[in-house]
């Protein structure tokens, strides 16, 4: 009896103890600041093309305070990928046009990832690896014709080394590939670029890695002030919208219309593809100031524009014509970047200044109780990798990077004493 009575006790303590480890973490869980959650569909581009931009480590507190865990890199640089190590922020790392011809070959794709890449896993998350930005629509056709091999060694590599279920291969397309857009309906690629653009798409439904468009209604606007309402390109949802006639859908803004125009062209294009392929929005953003002539370039519209953005995402919505597919974009960008090339506007998309402050009030923002998984069977970044089950905590409860790993820990050190 005395040890049978001593391992009840025992038993009584261990359960106590688990259930005040239980507790902690639930307590933690469900603190109250705002904080990213990889929950969230929303994702920023993080550009550094300035010589007055802080440190990396500088973005990870203005991430947590927009709420954002996913970002998009157009660089390999190594110390911002250390920046990121041990934040569960979701990266894409872009491979530099002037790689491509290199890691076009097989020996160059697993060199240049076992330099680039994997000596940063599985610390840093990367999912992805973006190929080139906006290679179809310039002018060089080496970089061109290096674009689908490119994609092709790279993913190669990734399988050879057990990580193409873990990061996808994809590249950023201009919406210059399409030769027509309006009616989405009638969207269509560039005749000249089919022969490019149905074996990329090939290559896509294979790997089960997502499309992505550089999609900004501000250069439709500004090319068209006259033809296109302000409000529509704003993403206003007081706007009452504009229809398509051949399909009967109904399109409030012009971002989701850009989308569909591009899912449109991918059918007409290659009808195979179009049944497993998802479209992404690598780019999308409104700069804050201009030139005399951009006369849109005005820290108003900039701040409707990344607002109805944010909602827009968070409210989990598909475009008209894949309603149950939610939206997934990355926001352009974190920092105004002093040394970008062009006009003006090119070095105004930035939400924040290089000394970290605002450059306009936002009018939304994301907020946890909006990040409410569902409708996509892509759990994660894609169809092939998953983001973890944490994640998928119920809408209300709200989590830090601190606060996990306080949690974490708590709950591994009473289940130890236990």
């Known amino acids: 009896m005395p040890l049978r009575d001593g391992c009840r006790r025992q038993l009584q303590r261990a359960r106590g103890l688990c259930l005040a480890a239980a507790l902690c973490v639930l307590a933690l869980a469900l603190v109250s600041d705002a904080s990213p959650t990889p929950v969230s569909l929303l994702g920023i581009n993080y550009g550094r093309v300035g010589n007055n931009l802080p440190p990396p480590q500088a973005a990870l507190p203005l991430l947590q305070g927009l709420g954002i865990a996913r970002v998009r890199l157009y660089d390999p640089e190594p110390g911002v990928l250390r920046a990121f190590a041990k934040t569960g922020i979701e990266l894409y790392v872009g491979v530099p046009d002037q790689c491509l011809a290199a890691v076009a070959e097989p020996a160059g794709a697993t060199s240049w990832l076992k330099d680039s890449i994997l000596r940063y896993l599985p610390d840093t998350k990367i999912v992805a690896l973006t190929v080139g930005n906006e290679v179809l629509t310039g002018n060089d056709t080496a970089l061109t014709r290096n674009l689908l091999p490119a994609m092709e060694s790279l993913h190669g590599a990734l399988a050879a080394a057990n990580l193409d279920k873990q990061i996808a291969v994809t590249t950023a397309h201009n919406l210059g590939v399409l030769g027509t857009s309006y009616p989405p309906s009638a969207g269509a690629f560039r005749k000249d670029l089919l022969q490019y653009l149905c074996p990329i798409l090939d290559f896509h439904a294979k790997t089960g890695s997502p499309f992505l468009v550089n999609a900004y209604p ?9 033809g296109i309402h302000l409000d ?111 006009p003006a506007s090119e070095r105004n998309y930035g939400l924040f200044k290089p000394d970290s402050t605002p450059v306009y009030p936002l009018t939304y923002k994301p907020a946890h109780g909006d990040f409410t998984p569902g409708g996509n069977s892509t759990g994660g970044d894609n169809d092939y990798y998953d983001i973890s089950a944490a994640s998928r905590e119920p809408t209300g409860r709200r989590w830090t990077w601190a606060q996990a790993a306080v949690a974490g820990g708590a709950a591994a050190a009473l289940m130890v004493a236990a």
Not at 218 to 226: I, L, T, V, W
Not at 323 to 339: C, H, I, K, Q, S
């Open 218 to 226: 501000y250069f439709a606007y500004s090319d068209d002030p006259k």
């Open 232 to 342: 529509y390109a704003l993403l206003e949802p007081s706007n009452p919208g504009v229809p398509d006639a051949n399909t009967g859908l109904h399109y409030p803004n012009l971002l989701v219309a850009q989308v569909d125009a591009a899912y449109h062209a991918i059918s007409a294009a290659n009808s195979a593809a179009a049944r497993v392929v998802e479209i992404r929005i690598s780019e999308t953003g409104w700069p804050s100031a201009g030139d005399a002539n951009e006369k849109a370039a005005t820290p108003e519209s900039a701040a409707r524009y990344n607002s109805n953005v944010m909602r827009l995402v968070a409210e989990w919505k598909g475009t008209p014509l894949k309603p149950n597919v939610p939206l997934r974009v990355y926001v352009f960008a974190l920092f105004n970047e002093n040394m970008k090339p062009g």
